[in-house]
């Protein structure tokens, strides 16, 4: 099983941006799609984006879809969430996640322990 650490959370403003990076241990990177998920207080976790094993092919939720751009390096082990134009609804804790099969479903995906992103108004 792929054992999973976030990082590059934090406090931005609106129309600011961060990069979150995850790295990935304990498994063959390049055989799971990884994809980013996220959670806001009181809401149910939501999908945000998933790249494919090569990183040829992503997919975003209509939510960030040309504000946020996923990119992976399977030779790092590696995937990351490049994130634009930030909105205060974006605020909420962002996972990596893994799965075996391209799938948009949050469930389907081993996530790490997460990390935060604030956005002010």
């Known amino acids: 099983q792929v054992q999973l650490v976030e990082s590059g959370g934090g406090l931005v403003q609106a129309g600011g941006s961060l990069r979150l990076s995850c790295s990935a241990s304990g498994g063959t990177f390049s055989n799971y799609i990884m994809g980013w998920i996220r959670q806001a207080p009181g809401k149910e976790r939501e999908f945000v984006a998933a790249i494919n094993f090569s990183g040829a092919s992503t997919y975003y939720a209509d939510s960030v879809k040309g504000r946020f751009t996923i990119s992976r390096d399977n030779a790092k082990n590696t995937v990351s969430l490049q994130m634009m134009n930030l909105k205060p609804e974006d605020t909420a804790v962002y996972y990596c996640?893994?799965?075996?099969?391209?799938?948009?479903?949050?469930?389907?995906?081993?996530r790490g322990q997460g990390t935060q992103v604030t956005v002010s108004s």
């Open positions: 996640g893994a799965a075996r099969r391209w799938t948009t479903q949050t469930s389907d995906y081993s």
